[in-house]
């Protein structure tokens, strides 16, 4: 007789460890969305600006958590939603809030300072001194050539606020490799 009702318990035993599972399966595919949406993110390259650090099509790994805890700094590539452009944009953090920009004969200028740039292409166009308002940053494509990045040096752009920052570009997933970073001023 208890045997009669240990086979009968046992469907119902299974039944409630299956459904336990799925609802594990679905809470934790639900905190992995809610992961990626709110502290990191994915991110597709559209264009050629970043040429020659990243092309066209690259899928970048985004860390979004750190902009609670610091601001961009020089070198940092960030991922902007501006709402004058409609788009988002991947650009490179040249200069920060208070620093004084200058582009003269191709090179860039940062309070006075060449920039050393290896991992940039083309030649930049020339640019007046600006100094970057309070709250602001000078991003820039590492593809310098004229019409290849709407960046701050266009004046329908300039400077972008840093609430427009949306995440720091961490690494490149498809194809696989890290971003190059400048060298130290």
Do not use: C
């Not at 809470?27 to 991110?43: K, R």
């Not at 790994?61 to 991922?79: A, H, Q, W």
């Not at 208070?98 to 004969?105: H, S």
């Not at 494509?141 to 720091?168: M, Q, T």
């Amino acid at each position: 007789m208890t045997e009669e009702i240990l086979e009968l318990k046992q469907p119902a035993i299974k039944k409630k460890s299956e459904v336990w599972g799925w609802i594990r399966f679905i809470l934790l595919l639900t905190l992995a969305f809610i992961l990626i949406n709110n502290m990191i993110g994915l991110t597709r390259v559209s264009g050629n600006s970043m040429n020659p650090s990243l092309q066209n099509g690259n899928v970048l790994l985004m860390n979004k958590i750190s902009l609670f805890f610091s601001t961009p700094k020089y070198g940092d590539v960030v991922v902007i939603k501006d709402e004058r452009l409609g788009f988002s944009i991947i650009k490179r953090v040249i200069a920060v809030q208070g620093d004084r920009v200058l582009i003269r004969d191709g090179v860039i200028f940062v309070n006075e300072t060449p920039l050393p740039e290896l991992y940039t292409a083309g030649k930049s166009e020339d640019m007046a001194l600006q100094t970057i308002p309070s709250g602001h940053l000078f991003v820039v494509g590492d593809n310098r050539n004229l019409g290849e990045s709407k960046d701050s040096r266009d004046p329908s752009l300039g400077p972008v606020h840093i609430k427009d920052v949306k995440g720091y570009a961490v690494f490149s997933l498809l194809p696989m490799h890290s971003i190059t970073e400048p060298l130290d001023l």
